[in-house]
Nanobody, 122 residues
Framework: QVQLVESGGGLVQAGDSLRLSCAAS????????MAWFRQAPGKEREFVAR????????SYADSVKGRFTISSNNAKNTVYLQMISLKPEDTAVYYC???????????????WGQGTQVTVSP
């Protein structure tokens, strides 16, 4: 089983930047995707970004393209989400997740972290 621990959330102002981290431990697939999702109050969880563990191929939700960058440090089993030009609508709990499948559907990700809160004030 994989354990995922997110960190780096906080309260920032619109236009600020944050970097989230997700540290993985336990049994991980060598060929897998690490992803970030988020869930705002009263809204459904939504896909944010993902990265492949071997190829480094990335994909993003349209709402964050050009502002968020996902990256990984395989030696540290850590995935990052660099967020710039934050907007109030980015306010949410951010979760990392992992899946061996080529998908951005949350239900297909079997392991999840506990989440980290990001709050962006106007």
């Amino acid at each position: 089983q994989v354990q995922l621990v997110e960190s780096g959330g906080g309260l920032v102002q619109a236009g600020d930047s944050l970097r989230l981290s997700c540290a993985a431990s336990g049994r991980t697939y060598s060929n897998h995707y690490m992803a970030w999702f988020r869930q705002a109050p009263g809204k459904e969880r939504e896909f944010v970004a993902r990265i492949h563990s071997i190829t480094g191929r990335t994909s993003y939700a349209d709402s964050v393209k050009g502002r968020f960058t996902i990256s990984s440090n395989n030696a540290k089993n850590t995935v990052y989400l660099q967020m710039i030009s934050l907007k109030p609508e980015d306010t949410a709990v951010y979760y990392c997740a992992t899946s061996p499948l080529d998908t951005s559907i949350g239900a297909k990700f079997g392991s999840w972290g506990q989440g980290t809160q990001v709050t962006v004030s106007p």
